[in-house]
């Protein structure tokens, strides 16, 4: 079963200390051992990018994009039918982001129901199972 990896988990991974790095760190362990078959889409990697630029870490979030995007491999694109999907979600689910409703709409057209994430705002989605690591 593939689960989605949220952007706050290799973010959490390389970051300062925190309750969440360590087992961040774990998870992003299992899944360089293939025991988690993870992917992510497009927007995860943008989501890094956009992080690191708005705290003047540049340097660093570019390190954990490389890093990152060759440990998942596989990287879903977004497509017209996901941005579609995305603002019916928003006009029915309040509290999510503009953001996660693009990694829903995703992992609901791939039939991926597993998310890897420290965001609540998953829980409660129909199709969707929200773990942290």
Do not use: C, W
């Not at 497009?42 to 989501?47: D, G, I, N, R, S």
């Not at 708005?54 to 979030?61: F, K, S, V």
């Not at 879903?76 to 995305?86: C, G, K, S």
């Amino acid at each position: 079963m593939k689960a989605f990896i949220d952007a706050n988990i290799p973010m959490y991974a390389a970051g300062r200390d925190h309750p969440a790095k360590l087992p961040s760190v774990a998870l992003l362990k299992r899944v360089a051992e293939g025991a988690i078959d993870a992917i992510i889409d497009a927007e995860v990697l943008q989501e890094i990018l956009h992080r690191y630029l708005a705290i003047n870490h540049l340097e660093q979030g570019l390190v954990v994009f490389d890093s990152f995007e060759k440990l998942i491999g596989e990287v879903l694109p977004i497509e017209q039918q996901d941005v579609v999907a995305a603002r019916e979600l928003l006009g029915t689910h309040r509290g999510i982001t503009a953001r996660d409703a693009i990694h829903i709409a995703i992992m609901l057209r791939h039939r991926i129901r597993l998310i890897y994430s420290y965001d609540r705002h998953f829980d409660g989605l129909d199709g969707i199972e929200r773990r942290e690591p």
